[in-house]
């Protein structure tokens, strides 16, 4: 969840680039996984089921998308891109064991096209 400002750039009547930037929190969840290590005779030497506890973490947003209008205030197509990242705190263990301390950095890269459908007024 990311708060911040957007700007608009319009060239001519139907092309729109909007820049946009932001920064707030993050929230993830991460699920336990098993760890498996096998020998060369593939006899299990290690089995340890590996249990995450995240926190919130701060988290900022760059991104652009132009859009180009097909239809005059109906109908618009977007090419988008955006980037979020953070830095998330992390304790974790294995099988129950003793909790270590460490921290894994998220980077987040989202792009692609929508179709937008304005409702006139």
Known sequence: ????PSYDFHFGE????????GAGVMFTNGKAFTIEVYNNSNN??????VNFDNSTSFA?????EISFEILPETIRFN???????????VD???DG????G???????WNSGFKLSIMKPE
Request: charged letters at 15%.
């Open 1 to 4: 969840m990311t708060l911040g």
């Open 60 to 64: 900022y947003m760059f991104g652009s």
């Open 92 to 94: 974790w263990a294995f």
């Open 14 to 21: 139907t092309i729109t680039l909007s820049i946009n930037t």
């Open 79 to 89: 090419i988008f891109s955006e980037y979020v990242g953070s830095k998330q705190k």
């Open 102 to 108: 460490s921290f894994q950095k998220l980077q987040y």
């Open 44 to 49: 299990l030497i290690f089995d340890g089921l």
């Open 97 to 100: 064991g003793e909790r270590t």
